[in-house]
């Protein structure tokens, strides 16, 4: 399995930006496909975005479509979420997961490998 740890997250104000990172070790990162999902208190956790194991594909999540971007870098072992024009409804704890095939998912439950979550709060 890979070991997954997020980091960059943070309180913010409407309209602001915000990078998530997720350091990876243990076996080949580049192997993976990768996503970020998040869970907002009494609500399940829910999809965010995802990302191939080269990075030439992606999907988002329609509520985050067009203000946030996932990119990985291989050589780094690192994953990144750059989150712009932030919204209170983004609030939530931010989860990097790992999948052991090379195609993107959308679906929590095809993800085998997660970290523990880095809380994003955005302010009104």
Aim: hydrophobic fraction near 30%; charge should be positive.
């Amino acid at each position: 399995q890979v070991q997954l740890v997020e980091s960059g997250g943070g309180l913010v104000q409407a309209g602001g930006s915000l990078r998530l990172s997720c350091a990876a070790s243990g076996r080949t990162f580049s192997n993976y496909a990768m996503g970020w999902f998040r869970q907002a208190p009494g609500k399940e956790r829910e999809f965010v975005a995802t990302i191939s194991y080269g990075g030439a594909y992606t999907n988002y999540a329609d509520s985050v479509r067009g203000r946030f971007t996932i990119s990985r870098d291989n050589a780094k072992n690192t994953l990144h979420l750059r989150m712009n024009s932030l919204k209170p409804e983004d609030t939530a704890v931010y989860y990097c997961a790992g999948r052991r095939l090379r195609g993107p998912a959308t679906n929590k439950s095809e993800y085998t490998d997660w970290g523990q979550g880095a809380q994003v709060t955005v302010s009104s």
